[in-house]
């Protein structure tokens, strides 16, 4: 599961439980550290989600600098998911610890602070996986799509097939969609051994064409969703949804929200090396 609807609004679902984790877990160390010493100890396992986030963050980055330094500004683009977990993890423990070595008052209420957080986040992807299985094991959603301008209806798994495939579910309303499209437009044409396949979330022809030729895109490969059933087969409840499967026809990741240039290029060289 990618999102959840709250009303009009769709929510990424890891960075909630994550968030649920620390949160959990600050209010523990605070119950169990010693009355004048709580917010203190509280204030040490926020401290420690805040310096585990930057690491994970500078380490991804690093470890994609190429991507990453051709547009500099996307480093600071945190939506686009580019996390290194067991660096930040790591880096978060590594405070606590010395935090609890420095305090040694505080020092059961962080580890078991610490635990709480690893438990509730280790159960909430434990949750997903047993619910949706690892994305590697998960098939392609069995929807058939109408071709734009064209007579054709496949099912998704026939437009996948021997090559690394980008999906991207979009709206013409959906303002993320259209700030990312002009991106997904130059992958498509600068990357000819990566499939890229477009598909409208129930909107009639006619709106997708006159978004088309008003946005001035060349998009090849566009596809219709009249019941907007990819989505919710997908795990998304949310738009922009981009699925990212090998050339064995394996979903190996999926991102919610939108895609900038540095992200999209790690994704597909991810996708030509499995």
């Given at each position: ?9 769709a ?5 909630l ?55 500099p500004?996307?480093?600071?683009d945190?939506?686009d ?32 602070a ?12 434990g ?20 071709e ?27 303002g ?11 992958a ?60 064995k ?17 790690v994704?597909?060289?991810?996708l030509?090396?499995?």
């Amino acid at each position: 599961m990618l999102s959840i609807s709250l009303g009009p609004i769709a929510l990424p679902v890891l960075p909630l439980v994550l968030m649920l984790s620390v949160w959990m877990a600050a209010a523990l160390a605070r119950r169990l550290a010693p009355t004048e010493l709580g917010p203190s100890a509280e204030n040490m396992v926020w401290g420690a989600a805040g310096l585990g986030l930057l690491a994970a963050r500078l380490a991804h980055v690093l470890l994609y600098a190429d991507a990453y330094f051709a547009t500099p500004w996307s480093m600071l683009d945190v939506r686009d998911g580019g996390w290194h977990a067991a660096v930040g993890w790591a880096a978060a423990a590594s405070w606590l610890v010395w935090r609890g070595w420095r305090q040694t008052v505080v020092r059961r209420a962080l580890g078991l602070a610490a635990v709480c957080a690893g438990v509730i986040w280790t159960a909430g992807l434990g949750t997903l996986w047993l619910v949706e299985g690892k994305p590697a094991q998960q098939q392609v959603p069995d929807v058939m799509l109408t071709e734009f301008n064209g007579t054709r209806r496949l099912v998704l798994s026939q437009l996948i097939a021997g090559k690394p495939t980008v999906v991207n579910l979009w709206a013409t309303w959906c303002g993320p969609c259209r700030a990312e499209m002009p991106t997904l437009a130059a992958a498509q044409k600068n990357a000819p051994d990566v499939t890229f396949v477009f598909v409208n979330q129930g909107e009639p022809p006619a709106t997708v064409a006159a978004y088309l030729q008003r946005s001035g895109l060349t998009l090849a490969n566009v596809w219709l969703d009249p019941s907007s059933s990819l989505g919710p087969a997908s795990g998304s409840r949310g738009l922009p949804t981009t699925l990212f499967f090998n050339a064995k026809g394996q979903r190996v990741d999926a991102h919610f929200g939108m895609l900038n240039a540095a992200a999209l290029q790690v994704q597909m060289d991810r996708l030509r090396r499995r």
